[in-house]
């Protein structure tokens, strides 16, 4: 039998587990790490008017560094997992406060993930975001590794580096967004819009300053579909590429008209290295 301690039964069957004589357990002795126990009468799950009942939602409170999610299962590849909201900073007793979707899903947390100070990481398959399975956790836009997309979360919402702003006087076309200096739009700033963030990639020109010198502005096509197979990525470091104007580095021998119909490419692509540092042929485009 494998017991993992993300799903909720587990709680229930330690008892009788030590009853049995598992040499492991030992009255009121939590692991190593610590543990884990459902607390709806401390924690409120609720979103909004939502109650946490009506959201799926359970609330455990754990202790050291133990998580409700730890220990995913893979079934056939496909990551099998709770999804949980971290809920502000350790309580009076130390313990720190989660909200947990109350059935498995197709995501699994992450311990190796790279992420940013404050956010932890999932790994998940198929089109549903963690937030799609939890209502009270926040992610940054999914990274594509193979068949899973990887994602960085947290139980606080993380503030948006940029601005959807219709101001900005773009195309209908293109999507207007004002951004402090060098930053750039990404969909996961699109916010409760960004569902589909995972599956579509905003292309975004070079930046043209604002009449602020401390921000951008940015006319971004949205969405952009990557095609399979496709290998031109969004370059804003392509050398001699104005203000308004959008550059690409190709790591193979497609073009961005190729992977991007409304792009248009009237000079003949060079060959040089991509922002990154790989070798690839750069393009400064428009869109049409």
């Not at 819009?193 to 949205?222: E, H, V």
């Not at 990557?226 to 790591?251: E, K, N, S, W």
Request: proline fraction near 11%; charged fraction near 15%.
């Amino acid at each position: 039998m494998v017991i993992t301690k993300n799903h909720p039964p587990y709680f229930a069957m330690v008892p009788l587990l030590c009853g049995l004589g598992a040499s492991a357990c030992t009255d009121n002795q939590p692991p190593a790490n610590g543990g884990c126990v459902p607390d709806p009468a401390t924690i409120d799950c609720a979103a909004g008017d939502a109650s946490a009942e009506s959201l799926g939602l359970v609330a455990y409170s754990c202790t050291g560094t133990a998580r409700p999610d730890e220990n995913p299962i893979y079934l056939d590849g496909v990551p099998q997992g709770l999804v949980c909201a971290n809920q502000g900073g350790l309580g009076n007793d130390g313990t720190q406060p989660y909200c947990c979707s109350a059935l498995v899903t197709s995501c699994a947390y992450d311990p190796v993930a790279i992420c940013d100070p404050g956010t932890y990481g999932y790994q998940c398959r198929g089109a549903d975001r963690p937030e799609a399975l939890n209502a009270t956790v926040y992610c940054n836009q999914g990274v594509r590794d193979g068949d899973l997309i990887k994602y960085c979360c947290s139980g606080s919402r993380q503030p948006a580096d940029c601005i959807q702003s219709d101001s900005v006087g773009c195309s209908a076309a293109l999507m207007g967004w004002l951004c402090p200096a060098g930053n750039v739009p990404t969909a996961q700033d699109l916010g409760a819009n960004k569902s589909r963030a995972d599956l579509y990639y905003q292309l975004c020109p070079i930046p043209t300053p604002a009449s602020n010198p401390n921000y951008d502005t940015f006319c971004c096509y949205t969405p952009g579909l990557v095609p399979i197979g496709g290998t031109c990525l969004q370059d804003m470091a392509v050398p001699d590429c104005q203000p308004g104007r959008f550059g690409f580095a190709c790591y193979g021998p497609d073009t961005p008209e190729q992977n991007y119909p409304p792009m248009h490419c009237p000079d003949p692509g060079s060959s040089g290295v991509s922002a990154e540092g790989y070798p690839a042929t750069l393009y400064c485009c428009d869109f049409q």
